[in-house]
């Protein structure tokens, strides 16, 4: 094969004596080699790059191909921001400002009972309808009959129709089957170095998860420090969505790193946590156990007994949907054999619930109502007022 000669010329001019000298240098270079074998230590030369002969500190020749510079390299991905911090306002005064929700929904129950209690003649049958009316709206029948028997005698003694009359005596009835005198309050004080434990349960469906959410949200707007544990472990989105909570408030938050974990030793790592970081106040969301199967609830059992051994359980707040009625009322008789429920806090109150259920769950278990629920809101968890409460039925 023919080989290329590539002739340089170099011509460099000499100034002497009276006369120039054209020096010629010529080189000849053959076709590139091929690819250099592995120096020592192992690194191979990289086509098309000058190999070793070169002089420290020279240069290729002009014809040598250079390699192509390296792509840069694209910029790296921003972090995603950090979720803001939310500054929740106050629990107090927030069944008032709600109050407009429940009275859509608790309307109807007090126009009836106003309607029926303010016609002219009270007879038997009208009598028979009020009963009737209070029972329908969830109340029960043996609360239902007192309250009737109650205003009977009020409304003979009175001797008055007068709408506004009616509607005083309905209310001091109503108010004393809620409860006035009962302690509604949240035991969230620590214990010298050891948290408040509050522990959340309740049947799936109910809003349990976002319960412990939006308490933990109120909690931190009262100045409290939260931690919440994630012990409902059977639902794989029931940690995520706590963890999503906890970040919105500024809550820690402790969770197992797998689905099915055991929910006593998630709770008692949180317990563990809350003592160590020196938080207020440690809410532990437990599964949404069927109230029917025992050895759930013999679970639940188990993880109050294991979060006792590190600190006190001060609050069990058992979690019921108002829509549900005389079926809510069954679930928690079966939870309050299992742990001592201490509070109630119904949900989706702002629905098609009727009210009567806030006196008949009290009456079942003897328990006060502590908190309901009046929308999707972060902030529609409220602490329950019974008078409040009252004046929303009755429009007063």
Do not use: Y
Request: aromatic fraction near 2%; charged fraction near 25%; include cysteine.
């Amino acid at each position: 094969m023919e080989q290329l000669i590539i002739i340089l010329a170099v011509v460099v001019v000499v100034v002497g004596g009276g006369g120039t000298t054209l020096l010629v240098r010529t080189r000849r270079r053959l076709p590139r080699a091929p690819q250099r074998p592995a120096l020592r230590g192992g690194t191979t030369a990289a086509p098309g790059t000058a190999g070793p002969d070169l002089a420290e500190g020279g240069s290729a020749p002009p014809d040598v191909a250079r390699s192509p510079a390296a792509p840069a390299r694209p910029p790296a991905p921003a972090a995603p921001p950090a979720p803001e911090v939310e500054k929740p306002p106050p629990s107090a005064g927030r069944l008032v400002r709600l109050r407009g929700r429940l009275a859509r929904s608790q309307s109807a129950l007090g126009g009836v009972l106003l309607g029926l209690l303010s016609r002219d003649r009270l007879d038997e049958e009208t009598w028979d309808e009020i009963e009737e009316t209070l029972i329908t709206a969830d109340m029960g029948v043996t609360p239902a009959r007192q309250l009737v028997e109650e205003l009977r005698t009020e409304v003979k003694v009175a001797g008055t129709r007068d709408t506004e009359e009616v509607r005083s005596l309905l209310r001091t009835q109503l108010l004393t089957q809620v409860g006035t005198d009962l302690d509604r309050s949240l035991h969230t004080g620590r214990h010298g170095d050891r948290p408040a434990v509050v522990l959340v349960v309740g049947v799936n469906g109910t809003g349990k998860t976002s319960v412990c959410g939006k308490l933990a949200r109120a909690l931190i707007g009262d100045g409290q420090s939260v931690l919440l544990g994630a012990a409902d472990t059977f639902r794989a989105a029931a940690a995520d969505q706590l963890q999503t909570w906890g970040e919105r408030v500024g809550a820690q938050v402790v969770r197992s790193g797998r689905d099915g974990a055991d929910p006593a030793s998630v709770a008692f790592d949180a317990v563990n946590q809350g003592i160590e970081h020196g938080v207020d106040v440690v809410i532990v969301d437990t599964a949404g156990r069927l109230h029917t199967k025992a050895g759930l609830m013999d679970e639940l059992g188990k993880i109050k007994r294991v979060i006792s051994r590190h600190a006190t359980v001060d609050e069990v707040l058992l979690v019921l949907d108002a829509t549900t009625g005389q079926n809510g009322l069954r679930q928690a008789r079966v939870f309050a054999e299992v742990v001592d429920v201490t509070g109630i806090v119904l949900t989706k109150l702002d629905g098609t619930a009727k009210g009567g259920i806030v006196i008949a769950v009290q009456r079942e278990l003897g328990v006060p109502v502590k908190l309901v629920g009046l929308g999707e809101g972060p902030d529609d968890l409220a602490p329950f007022e019974p008078d409040a409460f009252v004046d929303a039925i009755i429009g007063g």
